[in-house]
């Protein structure tokens, strides 16, 4: 199974992210949308700058891992795991940031569990 990535529909879904910044250092936020190609989170001004320390400007950042709460279809969370590319970074108000993500790796069964996920909100069949 293969990942839609381009103009892959978004659903308004707040879930619990966990992004590793480093070995020590983690960022808990909830999505703003999520999509079969990627996800948006909602942040501070502080959160934003560990993310992408020149602001708006991504270039040259390091992929992130990320754990991204899910629900089945029993609605028990389910967590999976995968690497993400930073996309954009902006501000969309006083000390609200808006960042979004890209999936680059999904590792395990977590392709299968995200597109199920997904299509359950959008009510794919």
């Known amino acids: 199974m293969s990942l839609v990535k381009e103009?892959?529909?978004r659903a308004i879904e707040h879930l619990d992210v966990d992004i590793q910044i480093f070995a020590d250092k983690h960022l808990f936020v909830p999505t703003l949308n999520v999509s079969i190609g990627g996800f948006a989170i909602q942040c501070n001004?502080?959160?934003?700058n560990q993310l992408t320390p020149l602001g708006?400007?991504?270039?040259?950042?390091?992929?992130v891992d990320v754990n991204?709460?899910?629900y089945n279809q029993l609605g028990e969370k389910e967590c999976i795991h995968t690497k993400c590319r930073i996309?954009?970074?902006r501000r969309i108000a006083q000390?609200?940031?808006q960042v979004g993500m890209s999936y680059i790796e999904l590792s395990g069964d977590a392709?299968?569990?995200?597109l199920m996920f997904?299509?359950?909100?959008?009510?794919?069949?």
């Open 68 to 70: 991204l709460q899910l």
């Open 56 to 63: 708006d400007i991504i270039d040259d950042i390091d992929p």
């Open 45 to 48: 001004m502080e959160e934003r």
């Open 95 to 97: 000390d609200k940031y």
């Open 7 to 9: 103009r892959s529909p």
């Open 111 to 114: 392709e299968t569990k995200l």
């Open 87 to 89: 996309v954009y970074s």
């Open 118 to 125: 997904i299509q359950n909100l959008l009510n794919i069949k």
